[in-house]
């Protein structure tokens, strides 16, 4: 950055303000420090602030103004793709603003964006709440229902409060934009609702040649299943053991041993014999829950990570076999995740909120590849590549969350709220002064996705020898 365009900048900014300036002692550390993916990008922001403080973000967007670049945003630094790292820009990282209140009247948390889903239950605790996320049952509805409002930052540097009422169609996109939302937000309001006493798991662990067994079991009880169950099917190698196998897990909210036992009871009768290890109504908490999380995704490590929402009437245990019988690490695992009967609400019956979180289907499949070595980096992103090739025929579109458009860009949300959202973008950011959707060369600017299966028809070169393969 031309250094008279630094001088300028400085004048603007008050004394003491949080900047690290590429090239200072610091800068490297702010830039991927909070990174959870240790695959580290070779992109370069201008400068990180280190916000504290609403009115630093404020700084932040007025400064990128001023010096004419892109903003970028952190909040958690989860993002498997790295989206917060990007050439060009501020980067406000928000790890060290924090906010945390409870209104025991309402129910309702004000939360800052870097808060996790661990940090927040565990808050809430005092209270006897709970926020679900990760781990609680698809049929409570999508964690961003119950976000009631935010307060953001707008692009050109204004204060606001968006909820249903107020800024609506940014609330709208709130709910659903992912990295291409228009703004900065630097607050959540949360419905909690009440904790469960009684958190149970139980599981089923089978062979890798029992795979089709296992997943058309579970296939099978899912859409009846008890609504305060969380059920998931993972192939992993598990801890001391050589070869892949399947497990699946059911976990239920419940507020009696008694209440537990009957919800999981159904699947302790009808699991198929020959799994190898077991457990029935087994005492977990959110906890502990996390704890397994964090052991599945270890810190320092590097990933790779896609998904797909497999169409419901698609042959499931077919389409999935590969990602569950192939793994290219002993770290990485593939995820199904039952979503009915929550897929099956809709914005336009009034079941579920309008957002723009609308792409959703029975069947959520996710690849995590974990690995250590740079030297597996072309193997292990060349099978997450090939799997999800294969299975985009088969798709409804993904969840942007666990995808990288640099990558792969599909359907991500219905085509009536993509167009939408694409709007609401360019009304409230037409310079494109928020870094949005990381594509491949980061040129989809103010233009956002285009929100189509890019690789449904195309057709692949075959694979390298490393494992690697690009759609033609
Ligand atoms: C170990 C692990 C477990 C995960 N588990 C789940 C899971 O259970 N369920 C699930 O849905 N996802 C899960 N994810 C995916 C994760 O939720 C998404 O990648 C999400 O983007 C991470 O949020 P973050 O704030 O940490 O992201 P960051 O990396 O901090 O930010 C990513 C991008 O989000 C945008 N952003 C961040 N903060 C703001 C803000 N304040 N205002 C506006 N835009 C902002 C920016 O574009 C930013 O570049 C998991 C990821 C990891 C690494």
């Known amino acids: 950055m031309a250094s008279e365009k630094r001088t300028f900048a400085m004048k603007m900014l008050p004394p003491n303000f949080p900047i690290l300036w590429k090239g200072e002692t610091g800068y490297e550390e702010a830039r991927i420090g909070r990174v959870f993916n240790f695959r580290r990008p070779e992109r370069y922001p201008v400068a990180v602030i280190e916000a504290t403080t609403e009115d630093h973000i404020v700084e932040a967007v007025r400064l990128a103004d001023g010096i004419g670049c892109r903003v970028s945003v952190r909040s958690g630094g989860h993002s498997w793709a790295v989206w917060s790292v990007r050439d060009e820009t501020i980067l406000v990282d928000l790890g060290r603003y924090h906010e945390f209140s409870f209104d025991e009247k309402t129910g309702i948390a004000k939360v800052s964006p870097s808060t996790t889903g661990r940090m927040t239950n565990k808050l809430l605790e005092a209270y006897g709440r709970m926020f679900p ?164 995704n270890p810190l320092a490590h590097r990933y790779c990570v896609d998904n797909c929402y497999v169409r419901n009437d698609a042959d499931v245990v077919s389409v999935l076999e590969d990602a569950f019988t192939t793994l290219p690490s002993r770290k990485s695992f593939s995820l199904w995740y039952s979503m009915a009967p929550c897929s099956r609400r809709s914005a336009e019956k009034g079941t579920m909120d309008d957002m723009a979180l609308s792409m959703q289907s029975d069947h959520y499949f996710a690849a995590y590849t974990v690995w250590e070595d740079e030297a597996d980096d072309s193997r292990c992103q060349g099978w997450v590549k090939e799997i999800c090739r294969e299975m985009e025929r088969f798709s409804e579109g993904s969840y942007l969350g666990d995808a990288d458009f640099q990558v792969r860009r599909t ?46 028809n195309s057709k692949m070169e075959p694979r390298t020898s490393n494992g690697d393969s690009k759609p033609s």
């Open 133 to 296: 996320g990760g781990h609680c049952p698809e049929n409570w509805g999508w964690a961003c229902e119950r976000v009631l409002a935010v307060d953001v930052v707008t692009a050109d540097g204004r204060k606001l409060h968006c909820d249903k009422k107020e800024n609506s169609d940014l609330y709208w996109a709130a709910r659903g934009a992912g990295p291409g939302f228009p703004a900065i937000v630097t607050r959540f309001y949360l419905q909690t609702m009440p904790s469960f006493s009684h958190m149970r798991s139980s599981a089923y662990i089978y062979k890798r040649e029992d795979y089709r067994k296992a997943l058309e079991w579970i296939l099978g009880i899912t859409s009846a299943y008890d609504e305060g169950t969380e059920i998931v099917a993972v192939a992993s190698y598990p801890p001391g053991r050589s070869e892949i196998h399947v497990m699946v897990l059911l976990v239920t909210f419940k507020n009696s041993e008694k209440e537990a036992r009957a919800a999981l009871q159904p699947a302790e009768e009808s699991a198929p014999p020959g799994h190898v290890d077991t457990w029935f109504c087994r005492e977990t908490s959110f906890s502990k829950e996390y704890d397994d999380q964090h052991a599945a």
């Open 411 to 456: 359907m991500f949300w219905e085509t009536e709220q993509g167009r939408k959202l694409m709007k609401i973008r360019r009304d409230w950011d037409p310079d494109g002064r928020i870094a949005g959707y990381l594509d491949d060369g980061d040129k989809s600017g103010t233009e956002g996705l285009t929100n189509v299966h890019e690789w449904k």
